[in-house]
């Protein structure tokens, strides 16, 4: 009652699952994640071990075609059981028991595995991978959420919609570079849930995305700064002049304010990104 994709950046390594489904919050069911072993997406009559157990096994050195071997081996509700995995090297397998409902299938190759059931039709599964190859060289959640949104506009669960989630993992990925864990987003329950798991994304890359480029602010960006840091109570007041400690310590009090950390530089120099959205925010 769900479809879903399993993808991985072979440039980076990153690692991760999307999936949407007219079911309350599969993104608690679903989607199964870890950096540096593999992703699993289970569903349809889900049988919910096969991600901790998918990554155990994929983690001992199991190929997802092993892993596969092994659940139908030995989950005796196989037959309505649909999975895709895909492993750290990029090797994948997906896998739709012959008592899922129609329509039912998947696609797997080198770096993703696409599946569903209940779909629309297998339209759904070739618009999906149609995507995700067009978003090549796109930051894997932003080519996992295009590939979702395809097979959403070719139709989707035929059912309708109510919830989706993004899950990816990467190393050093995680807030302050500190883990593997990276992207985890989820509509619970929404009226069109892969558009706003767009939404959350923005955010997301706004609040936790590390700077591409930095710059010193000009005299009249420093101006308005300072008249923001004193008016924001960052402050009791800022000097004139050069970039200096003071404004540095309001500045960084203001980021942390805003959950702005992640885009931080220091000795005056600004992520654009960051700046512009306290413009908007604050009014430039």
């Not at 440039?11 to 540096?36: E, H, M, N, Q, Y």
């Not at 097979?151 to 989707?156: I, K, P, Q």
């Not at 035929?158 to 993992?169: F, P, V």
């Amino acid at each position: 009652m769900t479809f879903s994709i399993v993808g991985r950046d072979a440039a980076t390594g990153d690692i991760g699952v999307a999936v949407a489904s007219k079911f309350l919050a599969v993104g608690a069911l679903v989607p199964f994640v870890r950096a540096g072993v593999g992703a699993v997406a289970t569903q349809s009559y889900v049988n919910p071990n096969f991600g901790p157990d998918g990554l155990r096994l994929l983690a001992e050195g199991l190929s997802p075609q092993a892993v596969s071997a092994h659940f139908q081996a030995e989950d005796s509700g196989i037959a309505q059981r649909q999975f895709g995995i895909v492993a750290a090297n990029g090797q994948s397998v997906t896998f739709s028991g012959p008592g899922c409902h129609d329509w039912a299938g998947g696609r797997a190759e080198q770096d993703v595995a696409i599946q569903g059931n209940i779909l629309t039709g297998p339209e759904v599964v070739e618009a999906m991978h149609a995507a995700w190859n067009a978003a090549a060289g796109q930051p894997l959640p932003r080519r996992l959420l295009a590939a979702l949104r395809a097979g959403d506009e070719a139709g989707g669960d035929k059912r309708g919609r109510q919830s989706a989630a993004l899950l990816c993992a990467g190393p050093g990925r995680g807030y302050g570079g500190l883990t593997g864990d990276w992207v985890n987003l989820r509509a619970d329950d929404h009226a069109e849930p892969c558009a706003e798991l767009q939404r959350l994304l923005d955010t997301f890359d706004l609040l936790f995305g590390r700077p591409t480029q930095t710059r010193e602010l000009s005299a009249g960006e420093l101006s308005w700064l300072r008249a923001l840091l004193t008016g924001q109570g960052h402050a009791s007041n800022l000097p004139d002049g050069p970039w200096d400690a003071e404004t540095e310590a309001a500045a960084w009090s203001l980021y942390g304010t805003e959950n702005l950390e992640e885009r931080w530089a220091r000795g005056g120099q600004f992520d654009p990104v960051a700046l512009a959205y306290l413009q908007e925010h604050f009014g430039d």
